[in-house]
Each structure stands twice: as structure tokens, then as C-alpha cells.
């Protein structure tokens, strides 16, 4: 059985990383949708949401596992049995830095390959970061994420805002 990992932070998940998922599961027979529990950055979904989040979007692909990993993803990606690590390509940014997390990987594991698929047009744009920062801004997500992230994503900014004192006001995010 040919294995791919997926893995990231996907803090939280939008469309561009279920167009990823969705794509690999066409070209691999099993893939692991892998989030990174510890990842070097602040985050604002706890491991278990996003894993959450992650579930209900590969609902309907049978051959999609979510699972969790910490250490070096291309260890992990090995200890899976995984033959390729799947990375989604926006522009020309992501893929020096891809290329190089490749170059990284296959110094470590040269029996895995790093598989870049090309985003859709539509999400080339698209990052989490991207994301939160349109939401903290009270704009439309609705095209960017599914309608569970965005009602998670309101209440948690929400809740942040509260807890900060901040008197941010939040309109619907899914209109």
C-alpha cells in the first residue's frame, strides 16, 4: 500500500489544505492528515480541535486517517511507512521554502519523497495566518473556510477579545 503523509499545523484547517487532502487521496491509497502537536509558533487551537476540524473534513474519504505526530515529520512519516510527504505549493515563496524543507528531508530519509501539489487558483492566496487575520478584521470567510471553522474561529477570536479586554465587535463570519 502506497502511504503519503500530510502533515502540519493547520491552525485552523481552511479550503486550500481540504483541496490538498482531497487531491492526495486520489493519487495515494492511504494518506495521513498529520497535525504537528508542538509546532514553533503560537497557536490558537488546541491539538484536539484541530483534529476536529480535520475529521470532519476528510469524513468522506475513506482512505484519509487524521492523526497527530510530534517529532520530525519526515521520522514519523518513515515510522508510518510512508513512501511520500504531500506539500501544498501557493507561489514562488512556498517553494524555496519547500525545497529546502526536501532537501532537509531527504538528508535524513532518502527513501521518502516530498510530493508539492499546486493549489487551485482560488485558494493561492490562502494561509491560516491569512485567514485569522481576516477574521480578526471582521471580514467575509466564508469562501475560505468551512462553516464550522468559521463559527469556531468567531467564538474563539471572540473569546480572545473578551479575555483581552479588547471591545472588538465580530459580525457574522459565514454571511
Known amino acids: 500500500m502506497t502511504i503519503a503523509i500530510y502533515p ?9 489544505h481540504i483541496e490538498i487532502v482531497r487531491r492526495a487521496s486520489l493519487l495515494f491509497e ?7 502537536d508542538r ?14 476540524f480535520m475529521h470532519e ?3 468522506d474519504l475513506p482512505n484519509v486517517q487524521v492523526r497527530s505526530y510530534h517529532g520530525l515529520t519526515v521520522l514519523f512519516a518513515r515510522q508510518a511507512g510512508a513512501k511520500a510527504i504531500v506539500r501544498g505549493l ?3 515563496h512556498d517553494f524555496e ?4 524543507m526536501a532537501l532537509t528531508n531527504a538528508q ?6 516530498t510530493v508539492c501539489l499546486m493549489t487551485g487558483a482560488q485558494y493561492a492566496f490562502l494561509s491560516s495566518s491569512i485567514l485569522k487575520e481576516v477574521a480578526l478584521a471582521n471580514g467575509d470567510i466564508s469562501s475560505m473556510v468551512p462553516p464550522y471553522v468559521a463559527h ?4 474563539r477570536l471572540a473569546q480572545l477579545g473578551e479575555d483581552r479586554g479588547d471591545k472588538v465587535k465580530m459580525v457574522s463570519l459565514t454571511e
Open 108 to 113: 535524513q530519509a532518502a527513501e521518502i519523497d
Open 57 to 59: 473534513a476528510a469524513k
Open 30 to 36: 492511504q494518506v495521513i492528515w498529520a497535525a504537528y
Open 8 to 16: 502540519g499545523s493547520f491552525d485552523p484547517i481552511h479550503n486550500g
Open 90 to 92: 501557493r507561489a514562488t
Open 97 to 100: 521554502i519547500e525545497y529546502q
Open 152 to 155: 469556531k474561529l468567531k467564538a
Open 39 to 52: 509546532p514553533l509558533k503560537s497557536l490558537l487551537f488546541s491539538e484536539q480541535e484541530r483534529l476536529e
